[in-house]
């Protein structure tokens, strides 16, 4: 089922605002100009609004893309991509979460890398 929306987190010491800019040209469209917005930046990239948080949960950065409409189905799909694109290690929620799965599920996470995919315990 495809999500609402596409959310992962980039790791900040191997991940470069560049590289993604040109990431997300190559794969949705063009950037427009990354706009600043308190502790986040904003774009639109092919027409998909999107939102860099930069060390949004310690040192990883959160990109987060506000479309039903990308290439991905889903988070994991995203992530793949990003590892693939950016050879970086990118976490990312094994679902769409919302605050009725409870608390418990809120830590589980997927974790892309050049080691594979494994879940993960990421007490956020």
Do not use: F
């Amino acid at each position: 089922m495809r999500q609402p929306d596409i959310e992962i987190y980039l790791k900040d010491t191997d991940v470069d605002h560049k590289a993604i800019t040109a990431w997300l040209g190559d794969t949705l469209g063009a950037c427009s100009p990354w706009v600043q917005k308190g502790q986040s930046w904003k774009c639109s990239a092919g027409g998909t609004p999107v939102t860099w948080v930069p060390n949004a949960v310690g040192k990883w950065n959160s990109l987060y893309l506000e479309s039903d409409s990308t290439p991905w189905e889903d988070d994991l799909a995203c992530a793949r991509a990003a590892h693939a694109a950016l050879a970086v290690e990118v976490r990312c929620a094994p679902g769409g979460w919302v605050e009725e799965d409870g608390e418990e599920n809120a830590d589980r996470w997927l974790r892309v890398s050049a080691d594979g995919e494994e879940e993960i315990t990421w007490r956020t």
